[in-house]
């Protein structure tokens, strides 16, 4: 399968790619992924039906989610796959020199911020992303009901290990556990009591840098500019590829006042339906 040409960077231009790869008897394919860089900021009452977090990362749980959606419709279950993720590059927040101010709401937790030019966005850069993942999964918080326990990477794979000093394993992993948040312990005693069987807080995927997926395409290159679109894929049925392409945080083509009649399929309200309509079914199938 090859993407169209629509929402790919053009060249002189670098991208983020993110991937999640399946492991089934030793077979591997791609469920879904994602690229992108950007952040969409503005007025907050303006951005409804927008997706504000477009790094590849972020849009690829949303295509994990779509693709989740069809496998359980169609009756397969996730007992026994193994999940990778792959990311082109270290997710922002790893290199001092990406990183985004703390939260300063946030002290408590230090969340960071998107690190970029321009207007400060709020959303949380990428590795304190990942870190949640290792705890409460990738699957979301609405299919957890099915999935019944959190969905895990065993591995996440990084490409374009060009900058050999900075591709630190020991800072990667640094990032991705829980430690760095310093919970108080009194605090911490009652997460433990209560919820740490389902969700442990020393999770973390086994690293892997690699050196042999080098494209220039997918690495941040200071002198030339990001891409300002993003791709979204996803497999539905097994075979079935689908792809949205994200600009500004809405579908291409789209203009601003559109956005409310023509959604993403990655978009917000499209994927609450789906989940939706997933959770009648399985009603009527359990009932
Ligand atoms: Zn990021």
């Not at 790619?17 to 008897?25: N, S, T």
């Not at 957890?144 to 591709?167: H, Q, R, W």
């Not at 108080?184 to 050196?211: A, G, R, V, W």
């Amino acid at each position: 399968y090859s993407l169209g040409k629509s929402g790919k960077p053009r060249e002189a231009e670098w991208t983020t790619l993110a991937a999640v790869v399946i492991e089934e008897d030793n077979r591997f394919y791609v469920a879904c992924l994602a690229t992108g860089t950007k952040c969409t900021t503005g007025e907050r009452s303006k951005l409804q039906n927008v997706i504000i977090d477009c790094h590849a990362e972020s849009l690829c749980k949303r295509a994990f989610k779509k693709f989740l959606c069809h496998h359980f419709l169609n009756g397969h279950s996730v007992d026994g796959l193994k999940f990778h993720l792959f990311i082109s590059q270290l997710p922002c927040g790893v290199i001092e020199r990406y990183r985004g101010a703390v939260d300063k709401d946030n002290e408590q937790i230090g969340i960071q911020r998107k690190p970029g030019k321009g207007e400060k966005c709020e959303k949380a850069s990428c590795v304190d992303k990942i870190a949640k993942w290792n705890i409460l999964g990738f699957q979301g918080r609405r299919l957890l009901a099915i999935t019944k326990k959190p969905i895990k990477f065993d591995s996440i794979v990084i490409g374009n290990c060009t900058e050999k000093p900075e591709y630190n394993g020991k800072r990667f992993r640094a990032c991705l556990t829980i430690d760095k948040y310093q919970i108080d312990p009194n605090q911490n005693k009652i997460i433990k009591s209560e919820i740490t069987n389902m969700f442990p807080l020393n999770y973390c995927p086994s690293l892997h840098f690699n050196e042999n997926f080098r494209e220039s395409i997918f690495t941040r290159r200071e002198s030339v500019n990001a891409s300002n679109s993003a791709i979204v894929f996803w497999k539905e049925n097994g075979s079935t590829n689908m792809v949205d392409v994200v600009v500004n945080g809405f579908k291409q083509g789209v203009t601003r006042k559109e956005v409310t009649k023509k959604l993403l399929r990655i978009s917000k309200q499209t994927l609450t339906s789906d989940i939706d309509r997933l959770f009648d079914v399985k009603k009527d199938h359990d009932l």
